[in-house]
């Protein structure tokens, strides 16, 4: 029984949630809140500046002639917006995520205290070297670790996030092809159907060819195709494979498709973005793997913050070493660390500079301070345990979906629509999910298994967790296999409905315009 | 291991509902060879919070922050003032440890965010449209590039000698990786009015900056017009964010694609990463950009909301016919440019701005008065470079040694240049007239 504060028991009505309007558009916590174009002005700021002496004696005239009308909010008003915005989203923090191939797992916090330090958030990647020589060391030390745990000799740490790790990897193929003088005949790379999106798009803009091979019908590679396909060897540049692939399962043959690659003349790419899953317990090293990229931002528990930023080290094997982009941190024999920022010298080889400065030093950090918090045990268990909490839910969940591929799984479990009834659809299910409070898993990827189930539980995830979302899940399925339609419309209890995607791309909308005859709607 | 709920019991009792013995099981497709006996060799084991803490503040202290002393670094990177509540906002749960939202039901938060800054963006740009962000000012640089060779069938990319170095190195990685030429013009402190002589038919696009390397602020108008008329694109540089509250601005000077670096709104020096890249362009291009995008529309409900859309330009959908293979934005850098700007507004960038530039005057001002010292940037906002009579990587170390970094020596820059005595310094609203009397007085004993 709730009590008011007078004591007295509150009693309970019969109306429904839906019928109670409210002027505010608020529903309880839920408040309502408009864009900041709606609610500021452009002469309210939220920091106080000095007053400018308006000189602008050396700008030569090269003056912006029409203000940016930007509305601003003081400091109350801002926390509150945003504040008020946070309340729209579904977090690690708030709720279990099994987002399939995005390893959404707990962020310690630690990693952000860290992060923060002024030794490391608040230098310039262009200050004399000697002055960060503190940074250079924290690059070293995780790289060492980094080549320790997948037994590979170098690492290129500048590459922004995953996608731009495989743009590294597939550059360095691609360098080491013009170093042998066969840069514009191998140009075919071989991309499992089953691949991340970014494995074809990567290919494609470093000059490759795609040349697609299909599953089995357990959800590896297939060999005889891939044979076939190495039939001709002489325009082969090389293979991206994604192990644990995006299936969730170990390529049980991918030491013979390493052999088979490099036998062809070509080099094997391989997406790390699935590392959870054998970190600690596998070396990709020791799979004959040429390049790997890492997601510190999977693997690793570096943040996703709604999208980024990421961070892609890539691991590169002895034969795609020298032509490893610039720049790199090296120790010297004094003990004095050091940039090589130029192309000459040891860098003489290499492909070139992807970015600007070093890499995601911010993102660094975070890995470094969750790696040390691990050890070698810990993240042996990290693995350990993201495998069975994704084996626990496909065998309590086999009897009521359909499992994509017979056996184990790695970190995730892999389900088709199978089981569904005629007009109900994995969108369906994953939308029911949110009523029942958790995020949606992956849904229609990977595309090799139909309307594709993708469950990545994580390690972090306790065993009441997971108990609860079969649970959950376990009754949507039922209904699903029953064709309740009311499975249509869900969600029902988010923030927000469906939304109306198809209007938002055929007359798309990107920016708030103000209303006719106002230029910031609060003026 | 306090990061690992499962308990010995929890993995018992799970693994008999899986039916499998031990964990071992779940390995059995690995490769005799590959499989380890236990754990990775040559590593240490799992640490407290503590000792981390340790280890990580010992290695933070070897390193001199920006904030502890005179400090005049800028070349792509800028120290500006945060304030407290933006580092609030972005450490809320709901956006730090959030995915990209698709599933907007669940996302209204990121996806309004993103709205937010994308109208931001195009306002701060005045462009028509600009994108959820990318990695990094150098990477929307070389994104751009293709992208122009893409609207225009054609191969041959121009980038003016102004442009900051590491920018057009990233750009002709990704050009010449895609079989597109690209022609550099000779590094010059006043020289990007040289693309409008250097466009010609078969230029895709002309890459112009301002403030440039040097800090020279140029109006492109006339750059923009040139490329126009051999039906070219202007791509239009910035790495200083906050110069756009005060000089000219891309679409001001007829830019068909703005990228620039927003780390200097909101977003700590953090030694070069994560930023976060701006990119906008005009209206018509918007179909062959890259990188997400959120739009307005509707929900069942009729309920204005945000999704992203125009996914089928991106490589989840498009695979090896994506305009870009990008699968990540800056998100959370976003989030802070976004919260900074709306403190900020109009009125806040502007005297932000002005302030950043009387700095960087009352500094010329200062160093000039130096003996032997000329100011050879001859328009700048808030960063410029100077020659000294003396060689500039032992005038910097010196400076060290006096307290005062006092900025990037334009032979780290550009190492194939003769320009062994000449030094890029910025001030920002963060130098006091201390800082700089501090660095005028140290030069004067150098020099």
Redo the contacts between chains.
């Keep these: 029984m709730t009590m008011n504060t007078q004591g007295r028991p509150t009693a309970p009505t019969s109306t429904s949630v839906s019928d109670i309007e409210t002027v505010s558009g608020s529903r309880g916590l839920l408040q309502a809140e408009g864009l900041i174009f709606e609610i500021g002005t452009s002469e309210t700021t939220g920091v106080d500046l000095p007053a400018p002496k308006n000189r602008t004696g050396r700008l030569g005239g090269v003056a912006r002639k029409v203000p940016t009308g930007l509305p601003g909010l003081s400091e109350p008003e801002m926390v509150r917006h945003y504040m008020r915005l946070s309340q729209r989203n579904y977090a690690i923090d708030l709720g279990f995520f099994p987002l399939g191939s995005c390893t959404m797992k707990h962020n310690p916090r630690l990693n952000e205290k860290m992060a923060r330090l002024p030794g490391f958030g608040d230098i310039h990647p262009m200050q004399p070297q000697a002055t960060v020589q503190g940074a250079l060391e924290l690059i070293d030390e995780l790289a060492t670790w980094l080549k320790t745990l997948t037994n590979m000799p170098f690492v290129a740490m500048s590459p922004k996030a995953g996608a731009h790790g495989e743009l590294a990897g597939m550059l360095a193929i691609r360098q080491a092809l013009i170093a042998r003088g066969e840069g514009e005949t191998r140009k075919r790379v071989l991309v499992p159907a089953s691949a991340h999106g970014t494995n074809p798009a990567t290919a494609v803009q470093c000059g490759f060819e795609v040349d697609e091979i299909k599953a089995n019908a357990r959800g590896r590679v297939d060999m005889d195709m891939l044979r076939a396909k190495l039939e001709r060897t002489d325009d082969v540049a090389g293979i991206m494979l994604t192990n644990p692939n995006t299936c969730g399962l170990f390529e049980t043959d991918i030491k013979e498709i390493a052999d088979l690659i490099h036998a062809a003349g070509g080099y094997f790419y391989c997406d790390g973005a699935n590392f959870n899953a054998i970190v600690g317990r596998v070396r990709p090293g020791d799979l004959g793997v040429d390049a790997m990229h890492i997601n510190l931002h999977k693997t690793f528990s570096t943040p996703h913050g709604g999208g980024g930023p990421g961070s892609g080290p890539t691991v590169l094997s002895q034969a795609l070493a020298p032509y490893a982009p610039v720049p790199f941190v090296v120790k010297n024999e004094d003990g004095v660390y050091s940039l090589v920022e130029d192309m000459d010298g040891e860098a003489s080889e290499s492909f070139g500079r992807m970015v600007a400065f070093h890499g995601q030093m911010g993102m660094f950090v975070r890995a470094l301070a969750y790696i040390l918090s691990h050890g070698a045990d810990g993240l042996k268990q990290v693995a350990e345990d993201a495998v069975l909490n994704a084996n626990y839910i496909a065998a309590k969940l086999k009897h009521v979906m359909t499992p994509a591929f017979e056996g184990y799984c790695m970190h995730e479990a892999l389900f088709s629509d199978a089981f569904t009834a005629d007009g109900i659809e994995t969108l369906d299910i994953a939308k029911a999910l949110i009523d029942e409070g958790y995020h949606p898993m992956t849904m229609y990827f990977p595309l090799v298994v139909h309307g594709a189930m993708l469950i990545e539980p994580t390690e972090t995830e306790s065993k009441a967790t997971l108990d609860q979302f079969c649970a959950s899940l376990e009754s949507i399925a039922r209904r699903a296999a029953q064709g309740d339609e009311t499975l249509k419309g869900a969600p029902y209890l988010a923030p927000a409905r469906r939304l109306d995607e198809t209007r938002a791309a055929r007359k798309p909308v990107l920016k708030w315009t103000a209303p006719e005859g106002e230029t910031v709607a609060a003026e | 291991?306090?990061?690992?709920?499962?308990t010995d019991d929890?993995?018992k009792?799970?693994?008999k509902?899986?039916?499998?013995k031990s964990?071992d099981?779940?390995?059995?497709?690995?490769?005799e060879?590959?499989?380890?006996g236990?754990?990775?060799?040559?590593?240490?084991?799992?640490?407290?919070?503590l000792?981390?803490?340790r280890?990580?503040?010992?290695?933070?202290?070897?390193?001199?922050?920006?904030?502890?002393g005179p400090?005049f670094?800028g070349?792509?990177?800028y120290?500006h003032h945060i304030?407290a509540?933006v580092?609030?906002?972005?450490?809320?749960?709901?956006?730090?440890?959030?995915?990209?939202?698709y599933?907007?039901?669940?996302?209204?938060?990121?996806l309004?965010?993103l709205?937010?800054f994308?109208?931001?963006v195009?306002?701060?740009t005045?462009m028509d449209?600009?994108n959820?962000?990318m990695?990094?000012?150098?990477?929307a640089c070389a994104e751009a590039a293709?992208m122009a060779c893409r609207v225009t069938r054609r191969k041959k990319v121009i980038l003016s000698g102004g442009l900051?170095p590491?920018?057009a190195?990233?750009t002709?990685?990704?050009c010449e990786?895609?079989?597109l030429e690209v022609v550099h013009l000779p590094v010059a402190v006043d020289g990007e009015m040289a693309l409008a002589e250097a466009v010609d038919d078969q230029t895709a696009c002309v890459i112009g900056q301002?403030p440039n390397i040097f800090g020279t602020?140029?109006?492109l108008s006339a750059v923009a017009d040139a490329a126009h008329e051999k039906k070219a694109l202007f791509v239009s540089v910035f790495t200083e964010a906050v110069a756009?509250?005060?000089?000219?601005?891309p679409g001001?000077m007829g830019a068909d694609i703005a990228v620039g670096?927003g780390q200097s709104i909101g977003v700590?020096?953090?030694?070069?990463?994560?930023?976060?890249g701006l990119f906008a362009c005009t209206e018509k291009l918007?179909r062959q950009m890259p990188g997400?995008?959120?739009?307005?529309?509707?929900?069942?409900?009729g309920?204005r909301?945000?999704?992203l859309?125009?996914?089928?330009r991106?490589?989840?959908?498009?695979?090896?016919?994506?305009t870009?293979?990008?699968?990540?934005?800056?998100?959370?850098?976003a989030?802070a440019f976004t919260?900074h700007?709306?403190?900020?507004?109009?009125?806040?960038?502007?005297?932000?701005a002005?302030?950043n530039?009387?700095a960087?005057?009352d500094l010329?001002d200062a160093l000039e008065a130096v003996p032997g010292v000329e100011i050879v940037t001859?328009?700048?906002?808030n960063e410029f470079a100077f020659r000294t009579p003396m060689n500039a990587e032992a005038v910097?170390?010196m400076l060290?040694e006096a307290g005062v970094?006092g900025g990037?020596r334009a032979s780290?820059l550009f190492?194939a240049e003769h320009m062994g005595d000449v030094i890029i310094c910025a001030a920002t609203?963060c130098t006091t007239p201390e800082d700089i009397a501090a660095y005028a007085a140290a030069l004067k004993e150098i020099v």
């Design positions: 291991m306090r990061y690992l709920p499962l929890d993995r009792a799970m693994l509902v899986i039916g499998a964990a099981d779940f390995y059995g497709d690995v490769p060879s590959a499989r380890l236990g754990q990775v060799a040559g590593l240490p084991d799992h640490q407290g919070e000792a981390v803490e280890h990580l503040s010992k290695l933070a202290a070897k390193n001199r922050s920006a904030s502890s400090f670094v070349a792509g990177a120290k304030p509540s580092d609030m906002v972005i450490q809320r749960s709901e956006f730090l440890t959030t995915y990209t939202p599933q907007p039901e669940i996302a209204q938060g990121t309004q965010t709205f937010e994308q109208t931001q195009a306002a701060l005045a449209v600009a959820a962000s990695y990094d000012g150098s990477t293709v900051h590491h920018y190195a990233a002709r990685l990704l990786a895609q079989g301002s602020v140029t109006d756009l509250g005060l000089v000219t601005p001001e670096e700590p020096l953090g030694f070069g990463g994560p930023y976060v918007v997400r995008l959120c739009g307005e529309t509707v929900d069942a409900d309920k909301g945000f999704v859309t125009l996914s089928t991106e490589q989840h959908i498009r695979r090896d016919k994506a870009s293979n990008i699968c990540t934005n800056s998100g959370l850098c989030l919260a700007m709306t403190l900020l507004g109009d009125k806040g960038l502007r005297d932000l002005l302030l530039h009387e960087a005057c010329a001859p328009r700048f906002f910097l170390a060290d970094v990037v780290r190492p609203e």
